[in-house]
């Protein structure tokens, strides 16, 4: 696997950011790092891409996870309804808690703390026209600023990562919170972005 990775500090957390550097795979050498469940998840997604994407997210976090690589296919990274989480699980206890997000060939996942809880997500950045996304899906207010912007697709990638992690940390819908005013938002989450021209990434913290 020939990739990049780079790691910063936001908000007292070190997030973790990679990008792969080749097409997209399913070499079987790599699956001995899967779990059993993660196997049949993998089935689940439907082209080479996403299971490229699967694959590549699950090594990169049990590696970083400090998990012996002769160790890895006995641990599970998966969302679990019942503790309302994102983890890395050794059968149904939860080793560690963290937040996940891809986009493309871009892996972003941090780990976090029970009692300090962040989320992320990441977008890449593709050219496309986006006021007919932002009238339909967006508050007016929020309309008005990814609108009215010098980057307009800056804006509307900004504001919907901040919206996907204010979701993924609360457990709630995205679409219920693009009708919530981002002047609203703030109030109660605290969010800092890493923008460059690949991609928007935001990260979010609740405010204390």
């Known amino acids: 696997m020939n990739y990049n990775l780079t790691t910063q500090q936001c908000m007292g957390v070190k997030i973790y950011l990679a990008e792969l550097l080749m097409p997209p795979f399913e070499h079987t050498l790599h ?23 699967f694959i590549f997210s699950r090594i990169l976090i049990k590696k970083h996870a400090g998990i012996a690589e002769d160790q890895r296919h006995l641990f599970t990274v998966k969302y679990c309804a019942i503790s309302k989480c994102t983890g890395i699980f050794q059968q149904k206890e939860l080793i560690q808690k963290l937040s996940l997000s891809h986009s493309r060939l871009f892996i972003a996942f941090v780990f976090y703390k029970s009692d ?11 050219e496309r026209q ?21 980057s307009p697709l800056n804006a509307f990638y900004t504001l919907w990562t901040k919206k996907e992690a204010v979701a993924k940390l609360t457990n709630t819908s995205v679409l219920s919170l693009l009708k919530t005013s981002n002047q609203i938002l703030e109030k109660t989450y605290h969010t800092e972005h890493l923008i460059n021209d690949k991609y928007i990434l935001s990260v979010c913290a609740l405010s204390y």
Do not use: G
Request: with cysteine; glycine share 0%.
């Open 116 to 126: 300090l809880p962040v989320a992320l997500d990441i977008e890449t950045i593709k």
């Open 31 to 53: 699956l001995t790092s899967l779990s059993d469940d993660e196997l049949k998840m993998l089935n689940d997604r439907k082209t080479v891409h996403k299971k490229s994407e």
């Open 130 to 150: 986006v006021s007919s996304i932002v009238k339909a899906y967006f508050c007016q207010q929020d309309q008005e600023i990814i609108l009215n912007s010098h």
